[in-house]
């Protein structure tokens, strides 16, 4: 799934990988686990996934409030207070006090240049397009890897070995003849039978 996969699309196909699946939908679409990663509003992440719009906003009302919940969750996580965040984001980026504090509240918007350090500060993905997105962007933004991660499962790890040693009945684990750990047990020895034994790697 390419990168550029709108967000209804998106929706679409992770729609259909939980009803192909039986996965549950609310571990896929978790609106406060979507708004903690996105910064939106809970409301803003459940009309989306409705496939509704959200009310329209500018680039810098975006900015202010995902930077006041960034700030916000940052206080939460670390146990600082917002004068050591200020005092830190002056001694880091060369802002005032005040300043670093206005922006972290949500009240001043900043310029694109201290947008970028302070995307890098707070360690967000996307850098500073994370606060400036669009809200269908930036749930499609978080919602891609998951359809990615959903669209290519890792293999069976044990179905891979049989599959490279010939073994073709790889239904045998399912209808009881051997379990998995026979099987296990079995490849474990073809890999020691094929492996360097111990101080025989200078042979």
């Given at each position: 799934?390419?990168?550029?996969?709108?967000?209804p699309e998106t929706l679409?196909?992770?729609?259909?990988?939980?009803?192909?699946?039986?996965?549950?939908?609310?571990?896929?679409?978790?609106?406060?686990?979507?708004?903690?990663?996105?910064?939106?509003?809970?409301?803003?992440?459940?009309?989306?996934?409705?496939g509704r719009k959200p009310?329209?906003?500018?680039?810098?009302?975006?900015?202010?409030?995902?930077?006041?919940?960034?700030?916000?969750?940052?206080?939460?996580?670390?146990?600082?207070?917002?004068?050591?965040?200020?005092?830190?984001?002056?001694?880091?980026?060369?802002?005032?006090?005040?300043?670093?504090?206005?922006?972290?509240?949500?009240?001043?918007?900043?310029?694109?240049?201290?947008?970028?350090?302070?995307?890098?500060?707070?360690?967000?993905?996307?850098?500073?397009?994370?606060?400036?997105?669009?809200?269908?962007?930036?749930?499609?933004?978080?919602?891609?890897?998951?359809?990615?991660?959903?669209?290519?499962?890792?293999?069976?790890?044990?179905?891979?070995?049989?599959?490279?040693?010939?073994?073709?009945?790889?239904?045998?684990?399912?209808?009881?003849?051997?379990?998995?750990?026979?099987?296990?047990?079995?490849?474990?020895?073809?890999?020691?039978?094929?492996?360097?034994?111990?101080?025989?790697?200078?042979?």
């Amino acid at each position: 799934m390419e990168p550029s996969t709108s967000l209804p699309e998106t929706l679409q196909r992770l729609e259909e990988l939980i009803h192909e699946r039986g996965l549950k939908r609310a571990d896929i679409f978790d609106p406060q686990a979507l708004a903690a990663k996105t910064a939106l509003p809970d409301a803003v992440i459940s009309r989306l996934l409705k496939g509704r719009k959200p009310a329209a906003d500018t680039v810098n009302e975006r900015v202010c409030a995902r930077m006041k919940v960034v700030s916000t969750a940052y206080l939460a996580r670390t146990g600082k207070r917002m004068s050591e965040l200020a005092a830190d984001l002056h001694a880091r980026l060369g802002i005032s006090d005040v300043w670093a504090r206005n922006v972290c509240e949500g009240r001043k918007t900043p310029n694109i240049d201290l947008l970028h350090h302070l995307a890098a500060y707070f360690g967000v993905e996307d850098d500073e397009r994370f606060f400036t997105a669009p809200p269908e962007e930036a749930l499609n933004r978080v919602l891609l890897p998951t359809l990615r991660e959903l669209d290519s499962p890792e293999e069976d790890p044990v179905e891979v070995l049989m599959r490279r040693y010939g073994v073709k009945n790889a239904h045998m684990r399912q209808d009881g003849s051997m379990t998995r750990a026979q099987i296990e047990r079995i490849f474990e020895g073809v890999l020691r039978s094929v492996l360097p034994q111990e101080g025989e790697s200078g042979k």
